[in-house]
C-alpha cells in the first residue's frame, strides 16, 4: 500500500511542482509590466516578488551572459562594474543576496520559502496518511519527486550556461551524472531556447510547458549556435532527436 501512495503521490507531486515552476517563472520570475514591478518594490509583503522578478528577470537575463550564453561576464572589469551599481541599488540584504547567488545565475535558500511553495503545501497530505507507512511515502516522493526545480535552479542551472565539456569536468557526480542524461540534454537544450525566446521553455523540471503550450523546440540556426559554442554536440543532437522526452519533441 505504501509503495501505491509513493507512485501516486510522486507522479501528482512532480506534475505540480513542474506546473508550478513554469507558471512561477512566466508570471513572477520574467514578468514585464515593470510599472507593476516598481510598485512591489517597496510593498512590505511583496518586495520578496519585486527581488525575485530582479535577480532572474533583470540580472540574469539582461545584465549578465550580455554577449555570450556561455559567459558571464566579458571580464573582471564587467563584473566589477555591475556589483558597483548592485550596491548603490540594492538593500545591503538584498546585494548579500545576488553575490552569493552568482548574480540569478544560482538562488538562495531563503528564496524557497516563496519559490517552493508546493513543497511546503504538499506536507499537509500528511494528515490524511492513514498510516506511519502510507505518511512516509508521501514524505519521500515530495522529497524526490517535488524538489527537482528548486535543486536544478541552484545547483545545475549555472552548468547549463557552460560549454558540455567543462560542465562535465566541474560538476559534483550526481549533477554530472544529470547532465550526461537526456534529461539533463533536454534541459541544456530548453533552457538556450528559452535566454532567446524568454515567453518559452520556462521549465528545468520538465513536463508542464507542453500543456501550457510554451515549448518551442530550437531551430536549426539555435542547434547551429549551440553545438559552435560547445553547449551540446552532435551526438547530443542525435539523442535527443531519437525519441520525444516526456512529449517533448527536438
Ligand atoms: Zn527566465
Ligand atoms: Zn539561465
New binding site residues.
Given amino acids: 500500500m505504501a509503495l501505491l501512495y509513493f507512485a501516486a503521490f510522486g507522479i501528482l507531486f512532480y506534475a505540480q511542482s513542474s506546473l508550478w515552476e513554469s507558471v512561477f517563472h512566466e508570471y513572477v520570475l520574467d514578468v514585464r509590466p515593470r510599472g507593476r514591478l516598481a510598485g512591489f518594490r517597496h510593498s512590505r509583503w511583496l518586495s520578496d516578488v519585486w527581488y525575485g522578478a530582479f535577480s532572474h528577470g533583470t540580472l ?1 537575463h539582461y545584465l549578465t551572459f550580455r554577449n555570450d550564453y556561455a559567459r558571464q561576464f566579458a571580464d573582471e572589469a564587467e563584473r566589477t562594474a555591475l556589483m558597483a551599481r548592485l550596491s548603490a541599488f540594492l538593500t545591503p540584504a538584498q546585494f548579500r543576496d545576488a553575490v552569493s547567488a552568482q548574480y540569478g545565475n544560482s538562488l538562495t535558500w531563503a528564496s524557497t520559502r516563496y519559490c517552493g511553495l508546493p513543497i511546503w503545501l504538499n506536507l499537509l497530505w500528511l494528515f490524511a496518511a492513514p498510516g506511519p507507512g502510507e505518511a512516509a511515502a508521501i514524505a519521500i516522493a515530495d522529497l524526490t519527486c517535488a524538489t527537482p526545480y528548486l535543486l536544478f535552479s541552484k545547483y545545475v ?1 549555472p552548468y ?2 557552460e560549454a558540455y565539456d567543462s560542465a562535465i569536468a566541474r560538476a559534483p557526480s550526481p549533477v554530472r551524472h544529470l547532465l550526461r542524461s537526456r534529461y539533463g540534454l533536454a534541459m541544456r537544450v530548453s ?1 538556450f531556447v ?2 532567446r525566446h524568454p515567453t518559452h521553455n520556462f521549465n528545468l523540471h520538465i513536463g508542464a510547458d507542453i500543456p501550457r503550450r510554451r515549448w518551442l523546440p530550437p531551430t536549426d540556426e539555435e542547434w547551429t549556435i549551440m553545438l559552435r559554442i560547445g553547449l551540446i554536440k552532435p551526438i547530443h543532437r542525435a539523442r535527443l532527436r531519437a525519441r520525444p522526452l516526456l512529449g517533448h519533441g527536438f
Avoid: K
Wanted: proline share 0%; hydrophobic share 15%; charged share 0%.
Fill in positions: 540574469h542551472h547549463l550556461h533552457h528559452h535566454h
